[in-house]
């Protein structure tokens, strides 16, 4: 039986330290503001020492600039107040896409594509942590100035290079076109690969040894294909690999996940009938075999995170005459299904989309969603199961902030936190501001603090009474270090001031526990 554990987690640092990042969730750390009439799209992936890059596009003077920010680990921007400029070249509109990732070495990598030279065109800029440009004003990817190239991803091997994908256009003839390019932006290859027949949807991933699967459907057809390609960018196999025919829905991107040991998982949307459509979920090897006799159905599109171990996540929003919930399944690389039962984390409101899932170190899965109740009524929450499928805590606030919480980018760089930024345009004026917010991961149950009697330290807040696993003098700290009230538990309770919902701090018979109150 699956069961809900307690939230709470170890406090590893002082107070202080813990409150860079704002814990009440309520403002959040507001990464550019309303100054210009529109900002979105925004992306996140790591940085050195545990920090985040963050992009975005800007509309300013009916251009869509595109902008850049580091914040630390503890939520400090260091690119300057509000970011630096990746480029402000002529880009009329937001419709050409682009793409993010970043290295071990502290630099980031970024694809877009502007209309300088009045074709749009696909540059790639590699930047390092100080804001400077190593590539000067981006490294231009198309052999010519006659094709328009949109859509374009990148993916960063294991050997340093850098794989860059874009849609190319030229009159009605849809072609992916791909490159690699090496840590000083020169090209590795003497041409491209080029993928006919295609409808512009398609994905990435590595393949490990400086290797990478294209992901990509067929024309109108819906013809989901996977080939794998060699350092050298020729075919792994003999043909592609037709993972589902006739019948991938072209209104959305396939999704790959690499998983940890060459191979991949492969979630897209699969039509049933003209008027049904559901997820799907398949892995494959390296070899191009798919590993599972059928694929795996769900209701709705499918959010997926693999582990070290080689376990597949899949969280996927549902609904039925109860409402909105939240599935979580855990399967083996075999395909075998792991718990007795899919988890359902809660009930919620009338729409759910998910921004991410991320297995932590300590093996525990994090799956942060936006819940709406309303168009411009939404907030963003997460909830943490442990690797056996028990809910360790559902629905804890990410932001708190009503507006309509757009797109986003979940970054994850090791440890227990990750980093959530997204675009916000449900304000008065209309006009979209980026936020960020970190998510602090509850350490697993072993690594929480423990009494002379050998058990965990635990509180919890509910309607004014503070309830903990223990007796004696307490003292309640908000996150940024300033005392709430003291008071005395006995039998495990008492009734206290009123708390607001936000992280608070308990110092107790001499260890520290952190809670949360909804």
């Not at 419709?95 to 290295?103: A, H, N, V």
């Not at 994090?366 to 411009?376: D, H, P």
């Not at 917010?437 to 503070?466: D, F, R, W």
């Not at 004696?472 to 309770?493: H, K, W, Y």
């Amino acid at each position: 039986m699956l069961k809900k554990l307690l939230h709470l987690s170890v406090v590893l640092a002082s107070a202080g330290s813990l409150c860079a990042w704002n814990p009440a969730t309520g403002p959040n750390l507001l990464i550019s503001g309303q100054d210009v009439p529109g900002q979105d799209l925004p992306l996140a992936v790591p940085g050195p020492d545990g920090s985040t890059f963050v992009s975005w596009l800007s509309w300013e003077d009916s251009n869509a600039s595109l902008k850049l920010q580091l914040l630390d680990k503890d939520g400090a921007p260091q690119l300057g107040e509000s970011g630096i400029y990746v480029s402000q070249h002529a880009t009329p509109s937001w419709s050409s896409g682009y793409d993010i990732t970043s290295d071990t070495s502290g630099n980031v990598y970024i694809a877009y594509s502007d209309k300088r030279n009045g074709t749009w065109q696909t540059y790639v800029y590699k930047i390092d942590s100080h804001g400077a440009k190593q590539w000067g004003d981006g490294v231009p990817v198309a052999e010519n100035n006659v094709e328009s190239c949109l859509n374009p991803k990148l993916l960063r091997t294991d050997a340093g290079n850098v794989v860059v994908a874009y849609q190319s256009l030229v009159g009605a003839r849809n072609t992916i076109k791909i490159t690699k390019l090496a840590a000083d932006g020169s090209k590795a290859w003497g041409g491209m690969i080029e993928l006919t027949g295609t409808n512009g949807l398609y994905a990435l991933a590595d393949a490990g040894g400086d290797s990478f699967y294209a992901v990509y459907v067929e024309g109108d057809a819906g013809n989901l294909t996977v080939m794998r390609y060699t350092a050298n960018g020729e075919g792994a196999w003999e043909e592609p690999v037709s993972v589902d025919r006739g019948s991938a829905i072209v209104s959305r991107e396939p999704m790959v996940t690499a998983d940890g040991s060459g191979g991949i998982v492969l979630s897209w949307n699969h039509a049933v009938s003209t008027t049904k459509v559901v997820g799907a979920l398949q892995a494959m090897n390296r070899s191009g075999e798919l590993l599972w006799p059928e694929p795996q159905y769900y209701p709705t599109s499918l959010s997926v995170a693999t582990s070290p171990q080689g376990d597949i996540y899949v969280a996927y929003p549902f609904s039925d005459v109860n409402g909105v919930n939240l599935g979580v399944a855990k399967y083996d690389a075999a395909g075998e299904y792991l718990w007795d039962s899919p988890v359902l984390l809660d009930w919620l409101s009338y729409s759910v989309s998910i921004y991410g899932v991320q297995v932590v170190d300590g093996g525990d899965l994090a799956v942060v969603y936006r819940n709406a109740s309303a168009f411009n009524e939404a907030t963003i929450e997460y909830s943490q199961l442990d690797p056996g499928g028990n809910i360790v805590d559902t629905q804890l606030p990410v932001s708190m902030m009503l507006g309509d919480k757009g797109r986003g980018g979940l970054s994850y760089s090791g440890g227990r936190q990750l980093v959530l930024a997204w675009g916000d345009n449900g304000m008065a004026d209309g006009r979209g501001s980026i936020y960020a917010q970190n998510i602090v991961m509850a350490e697993p149950a072993s690594l929480t603090p423990t009494l002379a009697g050998g058990k965990a330290l635990k509180a919890a807040y509910s309607h004014g009474a503070l309830s903990v696993n223990a007796d004696g003098e307490a003292s309640v700290f908000d996150c940024s270090g300033s005392l709430m009230f003291t008071c005395r538990i006995v039998g495990g309770t008492a009734h206290t001031a009123a708390l607001a919902p936000g992280v608070y701090i308990l110092r107790m018979n001499g260890e520290t526990v952190k809670f949360t109150v909804l």
